[in-house]
């Protein structure tokens, strides 16, 4: 038995569009946070329901170019189980698609592993709301 990598946090992320395809501007994105190294790509599902209701599920290593996706490659690491894609596939509206990543925090993994190294452990980790934060850089910027 081989030895777990050292890996930094990895996230789970789900994102909606209208539309059945994902802009560019997504992909490219995705490509520069990872081609910067600030994050490496474990996993990628699409899913798209057209206007009559049926849903086409592609992943990461499918051609996924009629979606929006070009280029992009993930680790081979299947994070993103069947039970996860049915959650999202259920909550598909028609005319809508939804991008599934899972992704490592590669920034972190040097000090994933210091913490580690002394058997420290990430104690809380809370994702802040998005309106959270922009009703709290408002209110600096007044103050």
Known sequence: MGSTPVLGPVEFVVLAFPG???????????AEIVGNGLVTLLDMVVLTMDEAG?????EIDDDVTEVGHTGLTAA???LVSDSDVEVVRASLVPGSSALILAFEQTWAVR??????GVEGEVAMQVAVPRDVVEAAVSA???A
């Open 140 to 142: 600096a910027a007044t």
């Open 111 to 116: 000090l994933a592993s210091a913490v580690r």
């Open 76 to 78: 081979d690491i299947d």
């Open 20 to 30: 059945t395809s994902i802009d560019v501007s997504v992909t490219d994105a995705i």
């Open 54 to 58: 049926n849903v086409t599920e592609s």
